[in-house]
């Protein structure tokens, strides 16, 4: 029997291919001879060049570069094949770099600008930006800073960086912009939109440290914003799925000229993924919850990508949430919450790589014994 194992990671607690370790030695127990590839499949934020450069090849390069609170930080990329640039937001602006005492209402993207910039000496055909785990929230207001795009306050001031300066921005100076010479394509997990209900701001904002009361301001100081530069390219950019990644930064990339796309759905292709599920008998997957967002992220791009060959797809998640169900409709057979027993959030934490296993040795054992049900009945 051949299973693809092909996870995505746990929170920012356990990262895809410790998981996909685990998945595999679960499936050894439980089904003898099994021939396992083990894929795991980047979702977006920290550690997915990691993924691609073990998977497809490319080196791994270190900056140092003013961080989201203004000190110097080393911040890694990768260099793929080809002379592609591929840089992980939450290596740059990520919310691991902030610090007890820093105030979150100052974290800027300038240090994405800031990277870029350094990597054109390497003369890169493309960049691609993964846009998660990040601690920002400005709108990439300070990217574009480093396009030398002004922001300006009632009495055309220079605005501070961060959710700080966008409460107070009224006007913003075009005049000395420089376009990004290198194509820019970001890429998201969810095409969360840049305000609203659904929006960064309020979906992510206390996560990030911003104040709650203050949740309000700024997302109405995004929509101003995002109608400010909206104005000057006469281009609905609100629009674009994906602006609202990366705390809004997705919409600064689309003003730059880049191209938004699925992170999950970028890195398939990198992995030549439907090539992987071709002539396997099983794929079996990994989610952090399986809920209607699953449908966009690892689970819901690997089920896709294993429906021209109707290889059957088995989801292993920590949880059940509204509308998992959704998944059965694109080529998958199960879904399996990995928890054995009632669990507290810390416990689970703490014990995800043992229960993946656990779950995964269950998982084969019913995959075994479908498949001897095929072969007594073929």
């Not at 309020?202 to 949740?215: A, C, N, S, V, Y």
């Not at 399996?336 to 296993?357: G, I, N």
Request: proline share 6%; aromatic share 8%; glycine share 10%.
């Amino acid at each position: 029997m051949q299973v693809l194992v092909a996870p995505g990671k746990f929170q920012n607690t356990v990262k895809a291919a410790a998981l996909a370790e685990a998945m595999a030695r679960g499936l050894r127990r439980s089904i003898p001879g099994v021939d396992l590839t083990l894929l795991p499949i980047p979702a977006g934020g920290a550690g997915s060049m990691d993924i691609l450069v073990r998977a497809i090849g490319g080196r791994i390069r270190r900056e140092q570069i003013t961080g989201p609170f203004g000190r110097l930080v080393e911040a890694r990329w990768a260099m793929l094949p080809d002379q592609i640039v591929w840089i992980d937001a939450a290596e740059v602006v990520g919310i691991a770099l902030r610090a007890p005492h820093r105030d979150a209402t100052r974290a800027s993207t300038r240090p994405l600008g800031e990277i870029y910039h350094k990597i054109l000496r390497y003369q890169p055909k493309i960049c691609y930006i993964t846009l998660g785990d990040t601690i920002v929230n400005d709108g990439g207001m300070g990217l574009l800073e480093a396009f030398n795009v002004k922001f300006l306050d009632a009495d055309g001031q220079p605005v501070a960086s961060g959710t700080r300066g966008l409460e107070r921005l009224v006007h913003v100076d075009f005049e000395k912009f420089i376009p990004p010479t290198v194509p820019l394509v970001g890429l998201y997990s969810y095409p969360y939109p840049v305000s609203g209900d659904f929006g960064t701001t309020l979906q992510f904002g206390l996560e990030k440290g911003l104040p709650q009361f203050r949740l309000p301001l700024v997302d109405e100081a995004m929509r101003h914003y995002a109608a400010i530069l909206e104005e000057h390219v006469a281009t609905p950019l609100t629009t674009f799925a994906g602006v609202g990644a990366g705390g809004a930064t997705g919409l600064a990339l689309a003003f730059l000229g880049a191209q938004l796309l699925p992170t999950v759905a970028v890195a398939a292709d990198f992995l030549h993924l439907e090539e992987r599920i071709t002539g396997s008998d099983w794929v079996l997957t990994l989610e952090e919850q399986a809920d209607r967002i699953a449908v966009h992220r690892v689970a819901g791009e690997v089920a896709r990508r294993a429906w021209p060959s109707k290889t059957p797809v088995v989801v292993l998640t920590s949880a059940l949430g509204s509308g998992y169900d959704a998944l059965y409709d694109l080529n998958v057979w199960g879904i399996y919450p990995w928890l054995d027993r009632p669990r507290t959030p810390k416990e689970s934490a703490r014990s995800t790589t043992s229960l993946v296993e656990q779950a995964s040795y269950r998982v084969g054992t019913w995959m075994r014994h479908m498949a001897n049900h095929r072969i007594e009945h073929s």
